[in-house]
């Protein structure tokens, strides 16, 4: 499959330089027809030497003109900060505001373990739907979103034993609020709206603290301070 | 046309001695690189097969989690990794290597030099890729994308490309022609670049985001500097070789090759656009990605003005449909990319599927159809053999081509849909997983079909190295030296 | 003739290629150089770099990123993953993990979004227990099927359909050093820009 | 690296890149390296004269009876 033909030796530089004529030495009709084609090289210019198209020059310089703005615009201030122009359009009009829906909140920071149903792991994380720690009345869920929960608990006949953890430093007073009038009008729950003011008011009752044990919990509920 | 009788015979003479003197030459260059060709071929399409199964695996994964899912070295990230340098550092840095040698050989004029270095090189690049996919599949992985082959394994390919290199150089070094072309160009320019690249990615020198920032410098320009001078080189000599026509515009051809090393080697931070890095040299990034339309402009001009008026060709011949194939797809892809590495694109783009179909967008429906066309036209010069069943052919360009055109389609729109309810905080992010199932049972399919493609031209592959199934007609181009030597 | 022409080629490409190299690499690492750790930003413990190597080799990386993006890019915020992050966040990382694929959530701010190492374990052993319709791998591998478990030892809860018959299920070391690493990963901490930016605060118009 | 000394570095390899290459660049027009012959010669290095210009070199689809020289261009 592999002759070595040559050797050690180069082969010839062939002359370069073209011929037109076949095995016989005889122009043939298609090659007379393609020296009009393409064997022209004596009389005009052809391939090889196209110039570039002028609107290729055009869009490149244009490219570079928009690209210049774009680093101006982007380009921050050749410093090592991060984000540092992102939207400063957004910026001028101060970041938008959005009311804090219940349900985005539940869906980024709760339904990991107490799922889209609500219904929890059984087992592992307790159901939401219809539990008496939920509905009961509104402070209960508020001091177990601050400051977390550990050890075992019943929900609803059944005993879990697992963390539930602590969102004071994670969710603001609004946020909580609005997931916690959320789980407690979804799935058919029937528990009253929880203001922003009620969870102020919690975060004001109690230093920050370890997580609560389910006694604690029920002790409070019981004896208002 | 009307010289003297005497003086036609004269030059008629003149031009056959001519004709077969060309003739030996070219068979005997042929003949030199015939060996480390079909060895490094033989291997990627060997490193081929092996990353298309473990891409098939992978994907499929994606649709049936708990399939094959007992075992930490089958599981999706092991085998994803593996896919990846399979397919890149193996298939087409294989069979781009044996592209390049053959090449080197006809563009230098020259038969090629130093061919043991090539044969150490093609033996310890395969060592290198073993030893780092089983690494990988043992878990002993790099940890980042690219560069998941641990150091000893990079160690042994980084040494296996330099001693290809030397080989190379040695080659262009002794040329028969004054002039170098443009395939030269993008070869010798990646032969000197990827060396460099391998080694200082490899080399550790960064922590923390300055070594992100690193890992997507390499990971685009093992692109740039590597896998699209191939595709691009491929591109350069094949449709003008098998059109039998210049190539259009040599200005076009200078205009794209400077500026594709001027701008091509800027890009790759876009990949973080709103990550932890400063903010300008991201925009520098961009920048530099949109600049590329200057060069793909250039080429995507060049080959089609030349393709232009012979792509009746195409029904002919098969190199001629796979390059043309993978040529389109290099416009398209560089297009894509530019404008997803913009703000606006990769918010949503990012960090979906949609990058998927994009990678393989270029590294398949570009470089690796290119390779494809190449491997078509050089292996029946250099085994003396007709590809014994034509339609074969047939069936592996519609299987590939169908096979990524359901790939990407299906991950663009599935990416797309994905970015754009990932960027919607109301959807629960479980959601933003179930609606592109379907597209990832597309892609399956895609890659299915490609895989198939695959596995029948291996074995047709196969058939031309033993000499295997009827002889077809001979072209001329196929005679063996012995026979045009002779009167 | 010939050799300057090769000889300016290989320069010109040279240059290509370093001034890419400088320009986004090293430029970017030479102005991070300076910045300094927040002081909230522990350094790995052993026990969190072994999970670490296990996220590594599991593959993690490639369908969780590592970063969050601003206000006004993306909903990374409004879906609770934390601040932007900042280089100063990855001072202590190689291999850097910032990823670029979220087929499952950032993880960012993981050990400060669910806290629990239980639900971890048993997200590993199959993802599916805790989160339906989920496309992770299941990691079994990196726990131990017993009769029963040993000292010290806390095997997972399991629904009946998936325990093993007479068996419990008790995580390895390396299914426990994993959940150490993803609950380190806690970037709620306040950081400024500060120290980077100085120099440019005071040039800045 | 602070933010002066940071532009001047790229400053001066800005203006040292760019003077490299413009020097490059007419070198490259004072050797003539874009003249018409050789660009001409360039383009055409890739053919010689048995297959030369005008002769496709892969039709393996075409009908065998068909003989190998003729022209499929349309």
């Known amino acids: 499959m592999t002759q070595q033909k040559q050797g050690d030796s180069p082969p010839p530089t062939p002359p370069r330089g073209k011929d037109f004529t076949d095995e016989r030495g005889e122009e043939t009709d298609v090659q007379r027809i393609h020296m009009n084609v393409v064997g022209r090289e004596k009389e005009e210019p052809g391939e090889g030497f196209e110039p570039t198209p002028w609107w290729v020059w055009t869009a490149s310089v244009l490219l570079l003109f928009i690209m210049g703005f774009y680093l101006g615009r982007y380009g921050g201030s050749f410093s090592a900060v991060a984000h540092e122009v992102e939207d400063p359009g957004v910026a001028a009009s101060g970041p938008v505001k959005t009311e804090v829906k219940g349900d985005v909140v539940f869906a980024g920071v709760c339904q990991a373990c107490h799922q889209a149903s609500g219904l929890g792991i059984p087992g592992q994380y307790p159901p939401l739907v219809a539990s008496e720690w939920l509905l009961q009345d509104g402070e209960t869920p508020i001091r177990i979103l601050l400051y977390g929960l550990q050890g075992e608990i019943g929900v609803k006949g059944k005993t879990f034993d697992n963390k539930m953890p602590q969102f004071h430093d994670k969710l603001s007073s609004d946020e909580i609020a609005a997931v916690l009038t959320h789980v407690r009008s979804a799935w058919g729950n029937k528990g009253g709206a929880v203001t922003a003011a009620q969870v102020d008011s919690v975060r004001k009752q109690h230093a920050v603290r370890a997580p609560w044990s389910a006694a604690e919990l029920e002790a409070l509920r019981k004896k208002p301070p | 046309m009307s010289r003297p009788p005497a003086e036609r015979q004269v030059s008629r003479t003149i031009a056959a001695d001519q004709r077969l003197s060309d003739e030996l030459t070219r068979i005997g260059i042929d003949d030199s690189a015939a060996s480390p060709t079909v060895l490094f071929l033989a291997s990627g399409v060997a490193w081929l097969l092996i990353g298309s199964l473990m891409g098939l695996i992978a994907s499929v994964k994606l649709d049936l989690p708990d399939w094959l899912g007992g075992a930490g070295p089958i599981t999706f990230g092991r085998l994803r990794p593996v896919h990846l340098n399979a397919v890149t550092y193996g298939w087409i840095s294989l069979a781009g290597s044996g592209m390049i040698v053959w090449l080197m050989g006809r563009l230098c004029r020259t038969h090629i030099r130093w061919t043991a270095l090539l044969f150490l090189s093609a033996i310890l690049w395969n060592i290198g890729l073993f030893l780092g996919s089983a690494l990988v599949i043992l878990g002993y992985s790099g940890g980042m994308e690219w560069l998941e082959f641990p150091l000893p394994a990079a160690a042994v390919i980084a040494l296996a490309f330099i001693l290809f290199a030397l080989s190379m150089f040695r080659t262009f070094a002794a040329r028969q022609v004054e002039h170098v072309y443009v395939s030269l160009w993008y070869i010798l320019a990646s032969l000197t670049w990827f060396p460099l690249l391998y080694v200082i990615a490899n080399a550790g020198l960064y922590q923390g985001v300055g070594e992100a920032a690193m890992n997507w410098w390499y990971g685009h320009n093992a692109i740039t500097v590597w896998f699209t001078p191939i595709g691009l080189a491929g591109a350069y000599y094949f449709i003008p070789k098998v059109i039998g026509r210049p190539i259009y515009s040599y200005y076009l051809g200078l205009l794209g090759f400077w500026s594709f090393a001027l701008f091509y080697n800027w890009n790759g931070l876009h990949h973080l656009v709103g990550g932890p890095l400063p903010t300008w040299a991201i925009s520098v990034s961009i920048v530099a990605s949109l600049m590329m339309f200057v060069p793909v402009l250039a080429v995507a001009v060049n080959h089609h003005m030349t393709a232009l008026g012979h792509l009746s060709m195409i029904r002919y011949s098969p190199t001629l449909r796979f390059v043309v194939f993978g040529a389109m797809s290099y416009t398209a892809t560089s297009f894509q990319g530019s404008l997803e590495a913009t703000r606006s694109v990769q918010e949503v783009a990012h960090f979906t599927h949609y990058t998927v179909g994009h990678a393989h967008l270029g590294m398949y429906a570009f470089v690796t159809m290119v390779l494809f066309g190449a491997v078509y036209y050089i292996m029946p010069r250099i085994a003396k053999w007709e590809w014994p069943y034509p339609n074969l052919i047939k069936v592996h360009f519609w299987l590939s081509a169908a096979g990524i055109a359901i790939y990407f389609l299906s991950l663009t729109l599935g990416g797309w849909l994905q970015g754009l309810a990932m960027n919607t905080p109301s959807i629960p992010f479980i959601d933003t997983v179930n609606l592109t199932k379907p597209y990832l049972w597309g892609r399956a399919v895609g890659g299915t079909l490609m895989t198939i493609g695959h596995c029948v031209f291996a074995y047709h592959f196969l058939l031309v190295i033993h000499r295997a199934g009827p002889k077809r007609f001979a072209p001329v181009w196929f005679r063996k030296a012995e026979e045009v030597a002779a009167p | 003739m010939m050799f300057i022409r090769s000889f300016v080629f290989f320069l010109g490409v040279l240059a290509a290629f370093a001034l890419g190299w400088i320009g986004i690499v090293g430029v970017p690492d030479m102005m991070l150089a300076r910045i300094e750790a927040p002081p909230e930003l522990k350094r790995y413990t052993a026990e969190q770099l072994y999970g670490r190597s296990i996220y590594v080799r599991e593959g993690c990386l490639y369908c969780h990123s590592q970063q969050v993006r601003p206000e006004g890019f993306g909903a990374d915020q409004a879906r609770f993953w934390g601040r932007p992050s900042v280089p100063a966040d990855y001072l202590y990382d190689k291999p850097h993990l910032l990823g670029t694929m979220r087929t499952g959530p950032d993880l960012f701010n993981i050990g400060a979004r669910q806290t629990s190492e239980e639900w971890h374990l048993l997200h590993l052993y199959n993802p599916r227990l805790v989160t339906k319709g989920s496309i992770m791998p299941p990691h079994p591998w990196l726990f131990e099927e017993k009769p029963t478990a040993g000292p010290g030892e806390e095997a997972l809860v399991l629904p009946d359909s998936l325990a093993p018959a007479r068996k419990v299920v008790v995580p390895t070391a390396e299914a426990k050093a994993l959940v150490a690493y993803l609950l380190s990963l806690n970037h709620t901490y306040p950081v400024s820009q500060g120290a980077a930016s100085d120099d440019t605060a005071k040039t800045r118009r | ?74």
């Open chain 4, 1 to 74: 690296m602070t933010l002066l000394p940071a532009l001047l570095v790229i400053v001066i390899v800005a203006i040292v890149g760019a003077s490299l290459a413009l020097a490059a660049f007419f070198w490259a027009l004072r050797t003539k390296q874009f003249s018409v012959k050789q660009l001409n010669e360039g383009a055409s290095v890739i053919f010689d004269s048995v297959e030369h210009v005008g002769k496709p070199t892969d039709q393996l689809f075409k009908k065998p009876g068909l003989q190998n020289d003729e022209q499929t261009s349309g």
